[in-house]
């Protein structure tokens, strides 16, 4: 019952910022080379009903949203819904073939460096997490845009398509997607490799894992079977706090790499002052994450049958 609410604050205080930026989508009218007379603009405005006041701006947008009505963009006249609904599977694309990368390095990464302790792979795992930890997305992006496009030619260093292509050619798309989800994945491998590096040496200084180990049981069942399980419950609750900043990833490699995705589209209405699609895109945003933190939930629950929530 508190997901309301709290979509609703959300909403509310990203209205209240929106409205007291500088600058309106009357703006560009002003400031064009044959700008309108001011009676136009005002026209303007009224039709797009930026002459009320904020707060009844907010509720008459509000009222609309609940009931699937995102609105126009002011740009095109399009609904907002159907272009980020265009968008969606694009994001959803970046966001889940970094989160399949991040899972099957990071787990067997943190695993064997548990495992081996102090060796010199766990010295160099822990550094590349830490490196990982503090480079910007956007600024590791426009690194390996430097090195693999711009120096060495390999990669493609923008979009989803080259402009010569047709149809969907498979080879052409992997091409473009290998930079934005290795940015992604490198940046998101740092608090996997960490958190699960740590539960997992908590997980095998345990009593039981020695009684395990004393019975007999090989290496392997001893890691896997006992240990593993136990250290996976503090991933799961991290997978809650991983997927905004996964998805706040998404959208800032959507902008270095200009792939049109729902960042890219985000951003280009914050420069258009296109304030419908600008609230379309956050909502959705806030939507997803609400979502995610809701699964994470509930796979902690699966995962620890000790869970329960009433």
Not at 20 to 36: D, N, Q, R
Not at 50 to 75: A, C, E, I, R
Not at 83 to 101: D, Q, R
Request: net charge neutral; charged share 15%.
């Amino acid at each position: 019952m508190g997901l309301v609410p709290l979509l609703i604050g959300i909403s509310l205080v990203s209205f209240g910022m929106m409205f007291i930026a500088p600058g309106g989508p009357t703006s560009v009218f002003l400031a064009s080379a044959h700008p309108m007379s001011p009676v136009e603009v005002a026209q303007i405005r009224h039709n797009l009903g930026l002459d009320k006041p904020w707060y009844v701006q907010y509720f008459l947008w509000l009222g609309n949203m609940l009931h699937g009505n995102f609105g126009y963009s002011f740009t095109d006249g399009r609904p907002v819904l159907t272009k980020i609904l265009e968008k969606v599977p694009v994001t959803a694309l970046i966001i889940g073939l970094s989160f399949v990368c991040t899972i099957l390095i990071a787990i067997p990464t943190a695993i064997y460096s548990a495992v081996h302790k102090d060796s010199l792979f766990d010295y160099i795992a822990t550094a590349i997490a830490f490196i990982g930890y503090g480079a910007p997305t956007f600024w590791l992006g426009i690194e390996l845009i430097q090195l693999f496009s711009v120096k060495w030619h390999l990669l493609p260093d923008s979009g989803l398509t080259s402009i010569d292509a047709t149809g969907l050619d498979l080879g052409d798309r992997i091409r473009h997607l290998i930079l934005p989800v290795a940015t992604l994945t490198f940046v998101s491998l740092a608090s996997w490799i960490r958190f699960q590096r740590s539960s997992m040496l908590e997980v095998l200084g345990e009593d039981y894992i020695r009684t395990a180990a004393a019975k007999g049981l090989s290496r392997n069942t001893v890691i896997f079977k006992h240990a593993f399980r136990n250290a996976l419950l503090p991933l799961i609750t991290l997978l809650g706090l991983y997927l905004p900043a996964l998805l706040t990833g998404a959208y800032f490699v959507e902008i270095v790499f200009t792939i049109p995705g729902m960042g890219y589209l985000g951003l280009t209405a914050i420069f258009e002052r296109d304030y419908p699609t600008v609230m379309g895109t956050t909502v959705i945003s806030a939507i997803l994450v609400v979502i995610g933190n809701l699964l994470a939930d509930i796979g902690y629950a699966a995962a620890d049958p000790r869970i329960r929530y009433d």
